[in-house]
């Protein structure tokens, strides 16, 4: 690998060990993927906190052994400097007001809160969530990025058009010191080409068909870059947020064009950018409603928890669930919680759109969700979300049954207890 004067200096051990260490790993890293250099970043977006169970051991050993041994691969413990670029930590496992409703203990809370302080004093703003695009980090059209999260790195690479491979907690970590990453994937102009063109010949009305859409694409297309086409009106964030996280889930789709919608795409022929076609794949009603019954594994009606927010809800959408809850009361055989960014909450709290959730017996959660710390509500039977993604992995996590539907149908189960959507 070719690595310019200052990137030797730092390889050399003349910007400190932890330098020289995270370089290690990038050229290591490099390599092994065929990059012939690395590439200037100044945005990351990582897994720096040590704040679940299976770090917690390593937690007591010192933050800096944490953060040697788990983000640079190295047994060699060395000091933590500030880091040398932009960064923010995405999901954690625990909300840190929740989590006794998460039944996690003040332990691991404490722990935690420790790892915040840590990594916060070097730099890495503790965002907190699986879309950070959404609470101030918005890399322009072109920029390097290094970030983890299927959902925002899909997110990142299509709607914003900046550029990102789905990174590990190892690479950004060492990203993030060195404000370096390998030059391969989707840093690339000849990867972020279409491969399969995409005719749409549903309505994309709401969050759901979206969800639907994508999930039926990421199964077929899996790491290819499809290119949507046909009905497809003008589209808004929070779908587009849906539609990525769940062709990210069912396949590993990081970047998608819609025609005269995203920004490496005005046209058809552009997205394509020259390639062939490999496959023109046509999505009409038999293959929505092939997505809607892969989506729905429960079959038992009553639903003990409702689980809204993957990716994590924009404001617009903590309202839509406020309005449709207020004046009722949530069943007392069930569980709602309602998942956002804690910038996102905040907002929620001034508006009282919190209050109107609470008023009905749900909760607003922040920094987490169940598929990432692996809690449910205790004595959880069957779970309705109107997340593809966590309606894909909630049931190889914790291993109950989901059903999947829209933001109404959802709200209906939480306030009846039962699960009444169906595919019109
Ligand atoms: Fe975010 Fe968790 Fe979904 S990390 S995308 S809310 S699975």
Not at 248 to 270: F, K, Q, R
Not at 355 to 378: E, L, N, Q, Y
């Amino acid at each position: 690998m070719r690595l310019t004067d200052e990137e030797q200096a730092m390889f050399a051990g003349d910007r400190g060990p932890a330098k020289a260490k995270a370089m290690d790993l990038l050229v290591r890293y490099g390599e092994a993927l065929g990059a012939e250099r690395l590439i200037e970043t100044n945005n990351v977006a990582g897994a720096f906190n040590a704040s679940t169970p299976s770090v917690s051991s390593l937690v007591k050993k010192g933050f800096d052994a944490v953060y040697s041994e788990l983000n640079l691969d190295s047994a060699e413990i060395v000091e933590i400097p500030r880091m040398a670029v932009n960064t923010c930590q995405l999901i954690t496992g625990i909300d840190n007001e929740n989590w006794k409703l998460q039944g996690i203990s003040e332990e691991l809370v404490q722990q935690q809160k420790a790892g915040e302080a840590f990594f916060g004093q070097r730099g890495i703003n503790m965002f907190a969530t699986c879309t950070p695009y959404q609470v101030g980090n918005v890399p322009i059209k072109g920029e390097h990025c290094a970030w983890m999260e299927s959902s925002a790195v899909v997110y990142c690479n299509s709607v914003l058009g900046a550029r990102t491979n789905t990174e590990g907690k190892e690479s950004t970590g060492a990203a993030a010191l060195t404000g370096r990453i390998p030059y391969w994937g989707y840093h690339l102009d000849e990867n972020r080409r279409g491969t399969h063109r995409v005719e749409v010949g549903c309505d994309l009305g709401d969050i759901m068909e979206w969800g639907l859409l994508g999930y039926w694409l990421g199964e077929l297309v899996q790491e290819d870059v499809p290119v949507i086409t046909g009905n497809v009106r003008q589209p808004s964030l929070i779908e587009l947020k849906h539609f990525g996280a769940a062709a990210a889930s069912s396949g590993g789709v990081e970047m998608y064009h819609i025609a005269g919608v995203t920004p490496e795409a005005p046209t058809l022929e552009a997205a394509f950018g020259g390639n062939r076609v490999h496959e023109t794949l046509h999505y009409g009603p038999a293959e929505r409603r092939l997505a809607y019954e892969h989506l729905n594994c429960a079959s038992e009606r009553a639903v003990d928890f409702v689980m809204l927010g993957c990716p994590h809800n924009a404001i617009e959408q903590v309202w839509l669930i406020a309005s449709l809850l207020e004046g009722k009361t949530i069943s007392a055989n069930t569980q709602l919680w309602v998942h956002t960014p804690r910038a996102i909450r905040e907002v929620a709290d001034r508006n009282g759109y919190t209050k109107m959730i609470t008023d009905a017996g749900g909760f607003v959660m922040s920094d987490t969700c169940p598929a990432i710390s692996r809690h449910v509500p205790a004595g959880t039977h069957t779970v309705a979300t109107d997340s593809a993604k966590q309606a894909h992995y909630l049931p190889a996590i914790t291993g109950l049954p989901v059903w999947f539907g829209s933001v109404r149908d959802c709200v209906d189960a939480a306030i009846t207890g039962k699960w009444n959507g169906q595919l019109s």
